[in-house]
């Protein structure tokens, strides 16, 4: 039986299959719709570096043949085969992506799929339809990645900007037209006129309008064939001579030739303004020059600067604190796979309501824990079976099929809890769907154990996976008689979600780091944890005292860490 996926679930293909010769079917289907199925073959930067990886109905294979569009099959409306032993080391993922040519948006689609069939058994599908959607006209509805082994993850991310974004999104972009003089077009070499597709390598089962047998494309640009004159704009971006330009030289490969210089602004005798007057950095498009050879990729955004994870967007000059690497995300901490795009990226901002609060919208990452915003954080039930455990009332929102239920934390674990001020007021999280959590707009740090423990105070916990187990612990003391605090330590595999007032600092652990006890958040568990103080009785009957006489010393091997807040609980 076929596993259903929800977007943003994952799994090793060898999980759901032994083979590795896969078809890969997709079904989506629109009044007056007309869809570009492509595959996008990226490296490890998710780059579309090699453009002979691109996989649409121009160029339906890749060299080695690891990649092949098959055509409509079996009530799917295109299909591939995709050999993973073939794919060769520098492609370490295969997107899936679907676009819209001509008017509409992914909102008027009907129920589809993308579908993973092995040795002609169909062994996984994701489902999807226009209620998912909203204004995008392109969307990646699955990818084939490799993380140690290949696996499959169910995405359903859009784009507002259509085919443009999405190849920016991946690196490459669009070719600009030159317009041509006014004259008849000419038909290429293998008969193709602007705006209809070469037959050789359209869609199957399409009548081919002359009998003369198409020439294999160019494996590199997608250029027509030297001598023939590129036709006239067509308005469908499928027919221009030149559909992506790789910023990368494909390995092995010669550079791609780039396209004609289109005239300045897009308009034919515009002059260009004066060299002292360039348009301003981040205005949103594209900067002048096009085609110049480049080093490194643009980031999304035309030129804007990289949206910080889990907002699309940057935020206003002067609002991010000096020192934040990640917002919402614990320094040196790895952002997890399909990095959060929010916003679309590379697409122009839509105009009213919708263009303003777009930068807000929800970040599929295809994780079981993502960050939304550095104060919210999502948890996708369906990833992993295990329930989650949170604290009482800090759900703010959930979809699908969730059951919210008491987790009492029994009779000896109330009286452990209230004697030690480490009591926890949990609720559990069952069932499939997404919950999202957040309280008193506090910072949110997801920070995922492998085997491994770590302390952390019961007050800055937010939520967890019940794989986790956790126990109070103890820190001993000296200079109170019989002076002693506690904490709760949290050991095995899982995410725990920590909660912060303010970007903390995380800080090596050396034999003379002192911290407040009511400001450190957590620290790993294999630290030596005492009480320092510097209380003295004859001090008691002065005034002056500091309110700094109860401190926590921390000793430990290289690799131990503390965090802590700016703030005093």
């Known amino acids: 039986m076929a596993r259903e996926f929800q977007r943003g679930h994952k ?15 997709v079904q989506i289907s629109g009044p007056g719709l007309t869809f570009d199925i492509s595959c996008f073959g990226l490296d490890a930067d998710e780059r579309l570096s090699d453009d002979r990886y691109f996989i649409f109905f121009n160029q339906p294979k890749s060299p080695e043949e690891s990649l092949q569009l098959l055509g409509p099959q079996a009530g799917d409306t295109e299909s591939f085969r995709v050999t993973l032993e073939k794919i060769p080391q520098q492609i370490r993922k295969l997107s899936f992506t679907a676009t819209l040519d001509g008017a509409g948006q992914m909102s008027q689609i009907g129920p589809g799929y993308i579908r993973i069939v092995a040795g002609g058994e169909e062994v996984a599908r994701y489902p ?44 490459g972009e669009v070719a600009e037209e030159e317009p041509a003089a006014p004259q008849q077009p000419q038909p290429q070499a293998g ?13 199957p089962g399409a009548p081919a309008p002359a009998p003369a047998p198409m020439p294999q494309p160019a494996a590199q640009g997608f250029a027509p064939p030297p001598g023939v004159t590129p036709p006239a704009p067509a308005p469908s971006v499928h027919a221009a001579p030149t559909i992506v330009a790789p910023l990368n030289t494909p390995p092995g490969g010669s550079p791609v030739p780039p396209p004609p210089a289109p005239p300045a ?34 980031p999304p955004g035309y030129g804007q600067p990289t949206p910080p994870p889990g907002y699309g967007q940057p935020p206003p000059p002067g609002q991010m604190p000096p020192g934040q690497v990640l917002p919402g995300q614990m320094p040196g901490q790895q952002a997890p796979y399909g990095v959060p795009q929010g916003a679309s990226q590379g697409a122009p901002r839509t105009p009213g309501v919708l263009g303003a609060l777009q930068m807000f919208k929800e970040t599929p990452t295809g994780q079981r824990w993502t960050q939304q915003n550095p104060k919210l954080v999502r948890a996708d039930l369906g990833m992993g079976g295990q329930p989650v455990l949170a604290r009482q009332g800090s759900m703010v929102l959930y979809q699908g099929k969730v059951d919210f239920s008491y987790k009492g934390a029994g009779f000896s674990g109330r009286i452990v809890g209230n004697a030690t001020g480490q009591e926890m007021q949990l609720m559990r999280c069952t069932g499939q769907g997404q919950v999202f959590f957040a309280e008193d707009a506090t910072m949110l740090h997801p920070i995922e154990l492998q085997g491994d423990a770590v302390c952390v105070s019961a007050e800055s916990v937010l939520a967890f996976d019940e794989s986790l187990q956790y126990e109070v612990r103890r820190i001993e003391g000296h200079g109170i008689p019989g002076g002693a605090l506690f904490t709760m330590q949290f050991q095995g595999t899982g995410t725990l979600v920590v909660k912060t ?28 944890v005492i009480v320092s103080s510097q209380v003295r009785m004859r001090r008691n009957s002065y005034p002056g005292d500091t309110g ?15 965090v802590v807040q700016p703030y005093e609980i």
Request: charged letters at 10%.
């Open 11 to 25: 799994a090793r293909i060898s999980d759901l299959t032994a083979g590795t010769d896969l078809y890969v079917g």
């Open 128 to 171: 999807f339809s226009g209620s998912e959607f909203s204004t995008e006209r392109a969307v990646m509805l699955g990818d084939f990645y490799f993380k140690d082994v290949w696996r499959f993850a169910a995405v359903g991310q859009g784009f507002d900007g259509g085919l443009d974004a999405l190849l920016k999104n991946f690196g």
């Open 191 to 203: 008969g193709a006129v602007p705006g209809f597709a070469p037959p050789a390598f359209g869609v």
């Open 265 to 298: 602004f897009g308009h034919p005798g515009q002059q260009p303004p004066a060299p002292s007057a360039p348009p301003p950095p981040g205005y949103g498009a594209q900067p002048y020059a096009p085609h110049v050879p480049q080093a490194p990729a643009p």
């Open 501 to 528: 007032h303010g970007v903390p600092v995380v800080l090596p652990v050396t034999p003379t780091t002192f911290a407040d006890a009511n400001a450190v958040v957590a620290w790993s568990a294999a630290s030596q």
């Open 548 to 562: 700094e006489s109860v401190n926590l010393q921390f000793r430990g091997a290289p690799g131990n860490f503390i």
